[in-house]
């Protein structure tokens, strides 16, 4: 698999209940970030997780980072139709020479039901 | 809140012919990207631009591909002969890092259709 690979590729749930995606990556990362884009639209950034942290919360949002399995979850709670959405990850490097160049995974799309 | 900007919105062009993409970054941003999606496939990093220089680039940019920061504020993607598998939705970002934050802030795309 690639670097940043997302599962499941699509989930289906109903308003109310948790969504969890998952991401693996292969390389020593520096920070690892999810973003969420709505159907052809751009990319807005929901966390970031830095390669020392291990949970994250932000609102509704909660990630986990296993250095040692090199994977990442997003949880979101008390999912809303407007959480429809594609999910991506992204990670930053680790290393000198990395500029902060992000590697995106397939994403993992969202489908809340009212 | 500050945020990425880009123009056109969407730009529909002919084979061969040259387009330029422009962005406006985050004024306080150091760091400029440009990454690109394929309908339905995933964000692919294309180059990075820090201190008036690219300092990361990958295999898709290749020599028709260029990118400028012609002034304070513009942050430019320029292809200088279009093919039709250039078609997809291109996306700048900037970032700033400092030691609390050191996300990318992503505009919401140019949508380019090569015909």
């Known amino acids: 698999s690639q670097q940043g690979e997302e599962d499941p590729q699509a989930l289906s749930i109903q308003e109310g209940e948790n969504a969890t995606m998952n991401c693996s990556y292969k390389?020593?990362?520096?920070?690892l970030q999810w973003y969420r884009q709505n159907s052809g639209r751009g990319l807005v950034h929901l966390i970031l997780i830095r390669s020392n942290e291990r949970e994250k919360h932000s609102g509704r949002l909660r990630v986990t980072l296993d250095t040692s399995k090199k994977s990442s979850s997003l949880l979101i709670t008390a999912s809303r139709a407007a959480d429809t959405a594609s999910y991506f990850c992204a990670t930053a490097n680790a290393g000198g020479t990395s500029y902060g160049k992000l590697t995106f995974g397939q994403g993992t799309i969202l489908t809340v039901h009212p | 809140e500050p945020e990425v900007t880009q123009t056109p919105s969407h730009q529909v062009t002919q084979m061969g012919q040259e387009v330029i993409l422009r962005c406006v970054p985050i004024s306080n941003h150091l760091y400029f990207y440009w990454y690109r999606q394929i309908l339905g496939q995933k964000v692919e990093f294309l180059v990075s631009?820090?201190?008036?220089?690219?300092?990361?680039k990958s295999e898709i940019f290749d020599d028709q591909f260029s990118v400028e920061r012609p002034d304070g504020s513009n942050f430019t993607l320029k292809i200088r002969s279009t093919k039709l598998e250039d078609s997809a939705m291109y996306f700048c970002?900037?970032?700033?890092?400092?030691?609390?934050?050191?996300?990318?802030?992503f505009g919401p795309g140019t949508r380019l259709t090569v015909l």
């Open positions: 970002a900037s970032r700033r890092r400092t030691r609390d934050k050191d996300t990318q802030y």
């Open positions: 631009f820090y201190n008036n220089e690219i300092s990361e």
């Open positions: 390389t020593s990362i520096n920070n």
